[in-house]
């Protein structure tokens, strides 16, 4: 199968892209094009040429694996010209998701058709790049300009009907994209769909709607499409040149190879040993217990159309859990996710009961009890007894041992770890944990069940925390360290959210109620090693039953939306460095981030060395889709693959030399950075 075939019909030649799974314009599919249009062109039985794509979408754009590599010829932007310079007419029929390269050749055809439940965009800003094969010079000569700058700068697709509106489409049709491509030849020849070229049509940006989206433009990458996007006003190759090198330009940039990183993050997790196993059916599922997490995992199963029986002991625990669930669903109807009327479909699919046997029929339980091995022992213990045979049983304890649990029952192998994050309808990551006698078949059926769950699963063996806890638990006490070492917790938040974070340590300790970290640090101390430094301040700060929003003070105080600097959390770290001997110093902004994020890295090192994640890339995906890391850095990991592994070394052991117990050189990291190599090296080796 060549990437572009050519069809004859009289005076209609068919050209077809077939470059699976997403049409994406590779090398080869740009060959074949320019191969297609110079045959076409030499044949003078042929008066017009319809092009298509086979699959399931015409191009979705051009092969970002291509990215970063030397360029191949033809470029896309030199497949543009060539296809809007054609000697004889190109229909271009479009359909699935026509994305970025697939709608930039799209807009160089004379006329453009598009297939029910098309969708059309521009994303590049969501790789950090912009249009770089004509689409901010093209899109604007046929649409409104403030189609054309909201395509561009938001990088949001526009349905069919939008498209046919704002004379992005000549006319929209149903059907096979062959046929309708057949059809649409033929309405050329007999005049009943005009045609016309692109770089013709005398349609501009105005200086108003420019302005307009240029007040609101938000960082570089933004800014970048927008300059390319103003120069349409100019004669088009003066424009195409402009685009060019500011697309050279982003090319070149960490947000690209961040975001591109990130990108391929979320699909690259699905890539596991047992990918090939059976999965199971997942028709309906149960939860047991109703708290916060419980009725979050029961709305996530209701939303992806999974009956749910739900579990809790009491009768007014019972109540709470349906209510609680069905607030979370009419925050859904509040977002616009759902009719009010499919609420209260969704809501007829919910048991909430005390009787455990009414789980009998469930494929797939799911415990969300409180974080006790005893409790959820009794658990497990009354689920062997009460679920049908192939069950998955799932926990979802967010730093228990699953194997302790599994051992409970009198079938392991059914048993596995299902860590979701708070809030649990909402929040896309899953961390898959492997017990060491759960069978691939339940491995596979549980990244089947993420998949419905329209969740992001990344696989994990057993340790204390998985994959991301146990990073956080280890980089949360550098900024205890710096804090007590002279930086006021509020520089901290504010230069780590200046780094890309949604939130600062801090300000995430009050959200999430600083009781809970407070507990585990009790319940820790007489286990911690008398060579671990520990920061007293927190504790000082829960003493007085400030555990952050929740108790209206914590680091900060609370009132209403507003919150100030809580001033005695600096008294309780001046007086911890006095009683200690500290004399505070001051740290610039990149020297926290720096510091920060040597510890976030160093412990990621080590999971991936010690294979608790598949791959380095499989912890960047934890951090983007469960932590609020900084898209366009890509994840921990991919920011130690721009930073440099040699400099984190350097950083590493500079540190260490005021803290030899807390800093450590990964052993993975010295070696990589040794070999010259990178974590990407490693992504590679799979
Ligand atoms: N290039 C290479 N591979 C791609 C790809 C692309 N553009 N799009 C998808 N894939 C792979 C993906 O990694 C996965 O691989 C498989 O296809 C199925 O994808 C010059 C510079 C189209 C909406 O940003 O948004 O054009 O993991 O699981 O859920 O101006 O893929 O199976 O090995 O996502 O049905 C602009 C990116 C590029 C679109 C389909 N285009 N893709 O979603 O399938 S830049 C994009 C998507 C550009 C020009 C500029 C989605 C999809 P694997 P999938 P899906």
């Keep these: 199968m060549t990437a572009v075939e050519i069809r004859k019909e009289g005076e209609v030649a068919l050209v077809k892209i077939d470059n699976p799974p997403v049409n994406a314009a590779g090398y080869d599919v740009r060959v074949g094009l320019v191969n297609a249009i110079q045959d076409v062109t030499s044949d003078d039985a042929i008066k017009v040429i319809a092009l298509f794509a086979a699959g399931r979408t015409f191009v979705a754009g051009a092969d970002i694996r291509e990215f970063g590599q030397p360029p191949k010829q033809p470029g896309l932007p030199e497949v543009c010209d060539l296809l809007e310079a054609s000697a004889k007419p190109i229909v271009c029929v479009l359909h699935g998701t026509t994305l970025g390269g ?240 499919q609420r209260d479909a969704v809501l007829g699919m919910l048991t909430c009961t005390t009787d455990m046997a009414a789980l009998a029929d469930a494929d797939v339980l799911i415990e969300a009890v409180f974080e006790s091995m005893d409790v959820k022992r009794e658990v497990f213990g009354k689920l062997d007894q009460v679920c049908k045979p192939g069950a998955v049983l799932a926990t979802n304890t967010s730093y228990l041992d699953v194997d302790e649990i599994a051992a409970t029952t009198s079938r392991p192998q059914d048993v596995i770890g299902l860590h979701f994050f708070s809030p649990a309808h909402v929040m896309r990551l899953l961390e898959v944990v492997v017990g060491k006698e759960t069978t691939p078949e339940i491995v596979a059926t549980s990244f089947r069940l993420a998949k419905k769950l329209r969740k992001i699963a990344v696989r994990s063996e057993v340790c204390d925390g998985f994959i991301g806890n146990r990073i956080l638990a280890h980089y949360r006490k550098s900024s205890a360290y710096m804090q007590l070492d002279g930086a006021p917790f509020e520089q901290i938040d504010a230069a780590l959210e200046g780094f890309g974070f949604a939130m600062g340590p801090f300000a995430v300790s009050d959200l999430a109620g600083q009781d809970i970290g407070w507990a585990t640090r009790k319940r820790q101390a007489e286990f911690r090693p008398a060579e671990e430094r520990y920061v007293e301040i927190a504790d000082r700060v829960c003493e007085q039953g400030w ?131 990178s974590f990407n090296d490693l992504n590679k080796e799979g």
């Excluded at 570089?220 to 996007?229: D, G, P, S, Y």
């Excluded at 419980?294 to 709470?320: C, K, N, Q, W």
């Excluded at 911890?576 to 890295?601: C, H, L, N, Q």
Aim: hydrophobic content about 45%.
């Design 102 to 341: 697939g709608l930039e050749i799209a807009l160089s055809c004379q006329a453009r058709v598009g297939i029910k439940g098309l969708k059309l965009g521009l994303p590049e800003v969501n790789l950090g790049l912009l249009p770089g094969a004509g689409g901010t010079q093209r899109l604007p000569r046929l649409v409104d300009g403030k189609t054309a700058l909201t395509m561009i700068t938001s990088g949001k697709p526009i349905s069919a009907e939008a498209a046919l509106d704002a004379g992005l489409l000549d006319d929209l049709q149903d059907g096979d994209p062959e046929a309708v491509a057949l059809a649409a030849g033929q309405q050329v020849l007999d005049g009943t769909l005009k045609t016309r070229v692109t770089a013709e049509q005398d349609n501009r940006i105005t200086a108003d709607e420019l302005n307009t989206f240029r007040v609101k433009a938000k960082g570089e990458v933004v800014t970048r499409a927008l300059k390319a996007a103003e120069a349409s006003s100019l004669p088009l190759v003066e424009g195409l040149q402009l685009e060019r090198e500011l697309f050279v330009e982003a090319l070149a940039s960490n947000a690209h190879k961040g975001l591109k990183h990130a990108f391929f993050a979320e699909r690259a997790v699905a890539h596991i040993p047992e990918a090939k196993a059976d999965a199971r059916d997942l028709e309906s599922g149960g939860v047991i217990g109703g708290g916060t997490m419980g009725s979050g995992i029961a709305t996530a199963m209701l939303l992806a159309g999974m009956p749910v029986t739900l579990i809790e002991m009491e009768e007014d625990r019972v109540a709470f859990a349906r209510e609680t669930i069905t607030k979370n669903l009419d925050g859904a109807v509040k977002r616009g996710k759902l009719t009010e009327g």
């Design 547 to 677: 555990f952050g929003r929740k108790s209206g003070k914590g680091f900060y105080s609370y009132d209403g939306k507003t919150r100030s600097v809580n001033p005695a959390v600096a008294e309780y770290a001046q007086a911890e460095r006095e009683a200690k001997g500290i004399a505070p110093r001051s740290f610039t902004d990149a020297e926290i981030v720096d510091f920060y994020m040597a510890a976030m890295v160093s412990e990621a090192a080590r999971v991936v060395e010690e294979k608790i994640a598949l791959r380095p890339i499989d912890v960047d995906a934890v951090f983007l889709f469960g932590y609020g890391f900084p898209r366009h850095w890509g994840g921990p990991l991919q920011y130690a693959d721009i930073t440099g592994l040699d400099v984190l070394v350097q950083r590493i052991e500079e540190y260490a030399k005021e803290d030899p117990y807390y800093w450590q050189v990964p052993a993975l990291l010295r070696e990589l950075a040794e070999a010259g190599k």
